[in-house]
């Protein structure tokens, strides 16, 4: 069976602009959660959404948004893209939203310019 | 709040012989999982270990083992006879139901050097 996908695999935007990724789950996940992962440090909790609906949020501007469609696949948004969002943003599934093993799909690599 | 603390930012191995990375965490939580992800230079996180907070045996599974120590809230990965393929980062993670959105935090990760 496929493991997660993730698309693009690389991307380079410049400031100001808007950039939008893309995730497939493994096949019977309902949740997909995502990540930021800057050079150096552990991946950053983001959100996650069980069923379509948005069930965790993390520290992050309003700029990033997110959602899950009818058939589990999601998109990150990000707005007015900053210097600093420049990072690898890992895409997770799990069969439910709690206590489950997140699987994490090859990650979209961002540099922002 | 939750946290996870690796201590140790390299470690240095030779192939087969057995190494012990460390991982602390902090929860007040009853009920949470632990997790070591591998990796590698490529970027994709790969699933290792789990380990229940509930789970009275340590995990198991092939070559990598969890030293799980409830009362010193540790939760050490052993990995068995090094290879040459282990080297890569290693993280450290932890579920709570109780957080929102029972995300995974992760500690700051651990580099594995295993040589011939």
């Known amino acids: 069976d496929a493991g997660v996908t993730q698309s693009p695999t690389h991307l380079i935007k410049t400031r100001g602009q808007h950039v939008t990724l893309r995730c497939s789950p493994i096949?019977?996940?309902?949740?997909v959660s995502w990540y930021q992962q800057v050079l150096g440090q552990g991946p950053q909790f983001i959100f996650q959404?069980?069923?379509?609906?948005?069930?965790g949020r993390g520290n992050f501007p309003d700029r990033f948004s997110a959602r899950q469609f009818p058939n589990y696949s999601s998109e990150l948004n990000v707005n007015a893209l900053l210097l600093g969002d420049s990072a690898l943003y890992l895409c997770?599934?799990?069969?439910?939203?709690?206590?489950?093993?997140?699987?994490f799909g090859p990650g979209t690599r961002l540099l922002v310019l | 709040a939750q946290k996870i603390t690796q201590t140790q930012p390299g470690m240095f191995v030779q192939e087969k012989e057995a190494v012990t990375l460390d991982c602390t965490y902090d929860t007040s939580d009853p009920s949470y999982g632990l997790f070591w992800y591998k990796q590698p230079s490529s970027g994709e996180m790969i699933f290792l270990i789990y380990?229940?907070?509930?789970?009275?045996q340590n995990a198991t599974e092939g070559r990598y083992s969890l030293n799980f120590q409830k009362a010193r809230k540790s939760a050490n990965l052993v990995i068995s006879a090094s290879q040459l393929g282990d080297s890569a980062m290693y993280f450290c993670a932890m579920s709570s139901p109780n957080q929102a959105g029972t995300a995974l935090i992760f500690g700051k990760g651990t580099t594995l050097s295993v040589s011939s």
């Open positions: 959404y069980y069923e379509k609906e948005e069930r």
């Open positions: 096949s019977g996940h309902k949740s």
């Open positions: 997770a599934s799990s069969f439910a939203s709690i206590l489950e093993t997140q699987y």
């Open positions: 380990q229940g907070s509930y789970d009275q």
